[in-house]
């Protein structure tokens, strides 16, 4: 049972107090991101903090050659290319997926990887393309679902993985040294399937605290305040405050699921560029399951809006409203850059929560 | 798109089980939480039961679940992040 949101707000403004300086702390996930801006913590938050919103959204981060190829593969007519909602408005540089299903083309929506393996089995003349996005929380369920393929021997079912690992994309942020961040408020369902153990290099190698939280309230203002704690004894640690769901060492069965199907390598992030060993490609044993091979496509060039501001969005260097283009050329309904693609990306949630206080239209 | 909805195991069998969420029965794989039993609360991302969680966690969960779906103004509700309060049966 987590202590009540007055007493953390009050523990929170005399930590800050204490502490004096302004203090960064980056959230991590999507899920946190969007809890904060629904509840309003920004604004119950000590002038001193800072939430910057880190690169956790999936969706947001999917490059555009791979939606550029998931739109090649979909267009042809023999393919049912399966995959979760959010994806469907992301732009590629050839159009987006729901662009190309109003044009007639098999875009199924799913909420199951299992579904996708169920659409094969049911439609044995059609070829069933899984478009897999998601962190290590998604993940598993891809690799249950190419399991099931191979053991059921199901020729018409392809994956186009583009699955991606968290903590490399912290790592690299804080390599790169342009974002000055006192802590992570880290994942809680990613960490569910890692364990809390995967942020120790971040706490021992760039001295930097690292606190797992559930995306109630009370546990973001929770992780804050250990976050806090830590940093005015100036002890970086690993804690995590999502002990109801999140072991120090994960879901071993679906690491293992992992490990089995998956093999790490390098993956590229929209708007950040290429971060090693931050993406799962399918492991040697099942790369008969890997579309691109399947349909023979390549990968092509991806090109960002030059004015568009995502990259440093996601690392923290500006808030959504320094960018030009947003709330003007880019909106949630015709989104430009990759933060405002998804409901959980950092410029559609500034938009839909923080927009009428700040936007020059006051719409 | 990591939210994970917790819901109660009603029916078991080999690696599926029926998750009751709040009224809503889906049928999900138990392949990555072995340990789950009939009566056991378990978190259900993407089709798959991915943790166990105790009854209290579960149930503060769901309430401050159904409080911010109450809050949502109803023009924001059914987009893809409030998806899995209203996950069907697939």
């Known amino acids: ?363 | 798109m990591c939210l994970a909805v917790p819901g109660r195991i009603v029916a078991a069998a080999a690696d599926e089980a029926t998750v009751d969420m709040q009224g809503n029965r889906l049928r999900v794989s138990t392949l990555l939480t072995p340990e789950a039993r009939i009566g056991d609360w378990v978190l259900v991302h993407a089709g798959f039961a991915i943790s166990t969680l105790s009854e209290q966690d579960a149930l503060e969960t769901w309430e401050y679940l159904r409080e911010i779906s109450a809050l949502e103004p109803a023009e924001n509700r059914g987009e893809p992040d409030e998806a899995p309060l209203r996950q069907r049966e697939s």
Request: glycine content about 8%; proline content about 7%.
């Open chain 1, 1 to 363: 049972m987590s202590p009540g949101i007055d007493t953390l707000r009050s523990d929170l403004r005399r930590l800050c107090e204490r502490v004096g300086r302004r203090v960064q702390i980056m959230e991590v996930c999507g899920t946190h991101t969007v809890s904060i801006f629904r509840n309003g913590l920004r604004a119950l938050l000590p002038a001193n903090l800072r939430l910057i919103s880190g690169p956790g959204c999936p969706v947001c981060v999917t490059a555009q050659r791979h939606i550029d190829a998931a739109l090649t593969i979909a267009a042809r007519p023999e393919v049912v290319l399966a995959t979760y909602g959010d994806m469907l408005r992301v732009p590629g540089r050839l159009g987006s997926l729901e662009g190309l299903k109003a044009r007639g083309a098999c875009v199924e929506v799913i909420q199951s990887a299992r579904t996708a393996v169920q659409l094969a089995r049911n439609f044995p003349s059609r070829k069933v393309v899984f478009f897999a996005v998601g962190f290590e929380t998604t993940a598993p369920a891809t690799a249950a679902a190419v399991l099931e393929a191979a053991r059921d021997n199901l020729a018409n079912f392809t994956v186009l993985p583009c699955h991606k690992r968290v903590v490399p994309a912290m790592e690299m942020l804080l390599e790169a040294g342009d974002v000055l961040l006192d802590g992570f408020l880290c994942p809680g369902h990613v960490s569910v399937i890692t364990g809390a153990q995967v942020y120790r290099p971040l706490v021992e190698r760039f001295g930097k605290g690292c606190v797992v939280a559930g995306f109630e309230p009370a546990q973001i203002l929770l992780g804050l305040v250990r976050l806090l704690h830590q940093i005015e004894a100036r002890q970086p640690a690993l804690e995590n405050v999502y002990a109801a769901a999140v072991r120090d060492a994960g879901n071993p069965v679906a690491q293992e699921l992992l490990q089995r199907v998956f093999v790490i390598r390098a993956a590229t992030w929209r708007a950040l560029g290429e971060i090693p060993a931050s993406g799962l490609e399918l492991a040697p044993a099942f790369e008969r399951f890997d579309a691109l091979r399947r349909f023979d496509s390549t990968l092509g060039p991806d090109e960002d809006d030059p004015a568009c501001r995502c990259g440093d969005v996601i690392r923290g260097l500006v808030q959504p409203d320094e960018c030009a283009l947003f709330a003007h050329r880019c909106t949630p309904s015709a989104p430009v850059g990759p933060c405002m693609v998804s409901s959980e990306g950092t410029c559609a949630a500034w938009y839909k929560y923080q927009r009428t206080a700040r936007s020059p239209l006051g719409v």
